[in-house]
């Protein structure tokens, strides 16, 4: 009889142990599942607009990347982006250590035709030389657009941009640095203006101080973010939408500091010319949510529509974000006063946005409103962008605007114009 109890004893134990291992191996089949679709829809990468932010490049408390890995790029502060260093290192979609994962199938598993064999670059084109690290970033886009409203042929450019930086630690723990940004903003054409940007920087647990070309730290630490659709041809800000923000800015020389603190970044600039650009960012996930708020206070210099009259301005704004899943929803609104030196105008303005991501396509709708002087500037813009490959996207969009404003015999701003654009980029 007892012969007979260990016997049951031992087959139970024996069913016992092969459910669990059955169960061990669903588990990890999940899991294999849910690493490589994590993989597959955070290759979205878009160029980087050129600042020494530490310790990554863009917001302060970014969403997790399980938490939005539509949005993940969209929700930084520059070029709507967040840092590589975010996301583990991926070994190819669909594989672990080299090996396909044998519950996918088609192009992911080991097959020539994965998007994995489409990138040119794994991570940033970067070497040590001396102590010193350098890194290289770049970006080039196709583009061609199209106006409604003038009777021309459709313009195509082929815009290349790049940025270099060099950085060392120091003994003492600082961080030294320097960053040169270049831009040709029609390659292949003798008459198209290539611009560089170069600015230094030392940091520290403290904070940041730099100085040279650092105008648009405060703007683009505290803008609304760009959205799917984003094409160069707009000046050095590239907004997606016509008079997003304040008019005015700072010139290009000039110095400031910028430093974290919890979830609170704050960064003041002032130009040559004294002008001065302050802003402050709050930015932290709630739960599976993530907040961002920011405001922002700057003098600056703006020039008229007729190329001559140069206007002084003084401008508050504030900006509110609220990202869900893969959605980002913004709204912004300011003051600004413009001085011609014999008229002076009141303009406000306020604009709104909602970009989305679903697999492979991202899309964005927004719009602007704002009045000087009781005169009514209005623009919108829509934009769709399917990412092909990792650095790799194309780009279609349609935006609108009607701006036409005097004040006092000075064309402020006259503009009025509905384009179509379309464009293949592929950034690393």
């Not at 011609?340 to 927004?366: C, I, M, P, Q, Y």
């Amino acid at each position: 009889m007892a012969h007979q109890v260990k016997s049951y004893i031992m087959i139970i134990g024996v069913g016992i142990l092969l459910a669990a291992c059955s169960n061990g191996q669903d588990s990890r089949h999940l899991r294999y599942q849910q690493n490589a679709s994590a993989g597959y829809q955070g290759g979205n990468y878009t160029y980087n607009s050129a600042a020494p932010y530490k310790p990554h490049q863009g917001q302060s408390f970014s969403q997790p990347y399980h938490m939005q890995p539509g949005l993940a790029y969209n929700v930084d502060g520059h070029n709507g982006q967040m840092r590589q260093s975010y996301y583990p290192q991926q070994r190819g979609y669909g594989q672990r250590q080299g090996q396909p994962f044998p519950h996918l199938r088609g192009p992911y598993k080991g097959s020539k035709m994965s998007y994995e064999n489409l990138n040119a670059f794994e991570a940033p084109v970067a070497t040590e030389i001396a102590g010193v690290t350098f890194e290289l970033r770049g970006r080039l886009d196709s583009v061609t657009d199209y106006s409604f409203d003038q009777d021309r042929n459709a313009d195509h450019r082929l815009v290349g941009t790049h940025r270099l930086t060099a950085e060392k630690q120091l003994p003492n723990r600082l961080t030294i640095g320097a960053a040169f940004t270049g831009r040709h903003e029609d390659i292949g054409n003798s008459n198209a203006d290539y611009k560089g940007r170069i600015r230094g920087y030392v940091g520290g647990s403290w904070g940041t101080v730099l100085g040279g070309n650092v105008q648009d730290i405060v703007y683009e630490d505290t803008r609304r973010l760009r959205g799917a659709g984003a094409l160069v041809g707009r000046g050095p800000r590239e907004e997606n939408l016509w008079g997003d923000g304040a008019l005015g800015r700072l010139n290009d020389w000039g110095g400031g500091y910028q430093g974290r603190f919890g979830p609170t970044t704050v960064s003041a600039i002032v130009d040559e010319d004294t002008n001065y650009d302050v802003g402050i960012k709050f930015q932290r996930p709630i739960g599976n949510k993530d907040y961002r708020l920011t405001a922002r206070h700057n003098s600056g210099t703006y020039l008229a529509a007729d190329g001559l009259t140069e206007i002084d301005t003084k401008a508050v704004t504030g900006v509110g974000e609220y990202v869900y899943g893969s959605t980002r929803y913004d709204i912004s609104g300011g003051y600004e006063q413009l001085d011609t030196g014999a008229t002076n105008a009141d303009r406000w303005f306020t604009s709104a946005g909602v970009t989305t991501k679903l697999g492979l396509w991202n899309f964005t709708a927004e719009g602007h409103y704002g009045q000087i002087e009781g005169q009514d500037e209005v623009s919108a813009f829509a934009g769709v962008k399917y990412d092909i490959a990792r650095g790799l996207s194309a780009t279609a969009a349609v935006d609108y605007q009607d701006r036409q404003i005097n004040v006092g015999g000075v064309d402020l701003v006259n503009e009025k114009d509905t384009r179509a654009l379309m464009g293949l980029s592929y950034g690393f």
